[in-house]
């Protein structure tokens, strides 16, 4: 009784909030910005407003960014004497000095002492883990990253995900579980696929001996598992057929195994300053065959003895600047928002949507990545109510996840005591 008292406690807080300082803001602002006479609504949300506040502090960060020079030492050797363009590189255990002086000092000295010798050699099977069970989270993030598509769109009922659902192809795509239950009938599952021309062999594959268990992830809703396609769809199209396609390769990768590699990394002391490279030989690729969203490369190294001098082919003091941080993409925004317990797995889109409808944010596409630029009335908005002068900034994460709380606290004792019929204690 307690949770749900403290659910429609929050829901009544949330909507009295957001209608009267909605009413509040349009009204006030249309009649002291002229500009602003067109604007038909300038809502605000309880979560509306931090998804925007995360918008802007990256725009912020992105322009006041002042970029710095850094120096470091590039140290590499031929793989093979007869080939001098095949290098090995060895990366400066130092990484990068931000004073010039300093990297030039041991640089000159490495030169001085140039002989390298190898300190240490370590060998050791390694591995790629396989994604975890597929949440509504990270369908929005992966489809927004990797598919291209907005999370409102693989959400929205016509057009993906949730047609999907209703036309039986996928569970429910909205859950926060990424645990499936130890019964769970993946054999079934795993089955309808096998008939697939693009995946059908790899669900073979796991039927004759490749399958594991799914990892288990941290979060369990209670209420649906994790994602997955429910049926064989041969005649989708568009954007039905890529997400089922992600779906689909994302569960099969599951039942699938971590793919396995062989590490070598080599040190070395070079003037006085250490080095290291490190090489890769994938030796079972696994879940990898069925899910190219991964990618693990082999980066082959020469054999090196521990003990072993070599005169590096290449030596260097070479130059950089920090790069300045990308505006945000839908993806990345996503991510915050679930991180800081903005919205729930199933209304993070529409919040995301809805600050671009009300034309805070302006989805500005540069080749295949779309970024998140706050207009001026969003820059505004926030930069306003931010110079009121709150104890809690209504555009930061704190205020709304302190409300999300209640269940914890008395206001929802007190609420859920008047819905027992009984006075709230004083």
């Known amino acids: 009784m307690r949770q749900a008292a403290s659910v429609e406690a929050r829901s009544i807080i949330d909507l009295r909030v957001g209608a009267t300082i909605t009413r509040m803001q349009t009204l006030g602002l249309q009649r002291l910005v002229p500009q602003l006479k067109d604007q038909k609504l300038m809502s605000y949300g309880p979560c509306q407003f931090p998804t925007l506040g995360f918008v802007v502090s990256r ?10 020079s850094f120096w470091f030492i590039y140290l590499s050797v031929a793989r093979d004497p007869r080939n001098e363009e095949d290098q090995t590189e060895f990366t400066w255990r130092r990484g990068r000095l931000f004073d010039f002086d300093i990297a030039v000092a041991l640089y000159e000295y490495v030169l001085e002492n140039a002989m390298a010798t190898v300190t240490k050699v370590t060998k050791k099977n390694v591995k790629k883990w396989k994604p975890l069970p597929l949440t509504t989270v990270e369908l929005q993030k992966s489809g927004s990253r990797l598919l291209r598509m907005a999370p409102k769109k ?20 909205r859950t926060e579980t990424d645990i499936f239950d130890p019964q769970f009938d993946h054999a079934a599952l795993i089955a309808k696929q096998v008939v697939d021309p693009a995946w059908g062999g790899f669900a073979t594959g796991l039927q004759q001996g490749g399958y594991a268990p799914p990892r288990r992830g941290k979060k369990d809703d209670h209420a649906h598992p994790p994602i997955h396609p429910t049926a064989h769809a ?42 290291y490279a490190t090489g890769l030989v994938v030796l079972a690729r696994n879940y990898l065959d069925v899910y190219p ?21 290449v030596c260097e003091l070479r130059d950089g600047q ?25 209304t993070i889109a529409q919040h995301i949507q809805t600050i671009i409808d009300r034309e805070y944010v302006i989805a500005r596409k540069e080749g295949a990545t779309t970024y998140l630029v706050p207009s001026n009335l969003g820059i505004g908005l926030v930069e306003g109510y931010s110079k009121i002068g709150f104890e ?12 999300s709380r209640l269940k914890n606290n008395t206001i929802s004792d007190a609420y859920s005591q008047i819905l027992l019929g009984r006075r709230p204690n004083a």
């Open 293 to 313: 969203y991964d990618k693990w490369g082999d980066k082959a190294l020469p054999d090196f003895e521990e003990g072993q001098e070599f005169m590096p082919g």
């Open 392 to 403: 809690r900034s209504l555009s930061k994460p704190q205020l709304r996840r302190e409300v």
């Open 234 to 275: 041969g005649n989708l199209t568009g954007d039905a057929k890529r997400v089922y396609e992600f779906v689909t390769r994302r569960y099969l990768a599951c039942c699938s195994k971590d793919a396995e590699g062989f590490e070598t990394t080599v040190e070395i002391v070079s003037g006085g300053e250490d080095f």
């Open 154 to 173: 693989i959400l929205d009922a016509r057009p993906v995900a949730e047609k999907l659902y209703q036309d039986g192809f996928l569970s429910y795509p």
């Open 322 to 346: 920090t790069s300045q941080p990308n505006l945000l993409t839908e993806a990345d925004l996503v991510g915050l928002m679930d991180k800081n317990g903005i919205g729930t797995d199933a």
């Open 59 to 68: 725009y912020e960060q992105v322009k006041s960014f002042v970029p710095e």
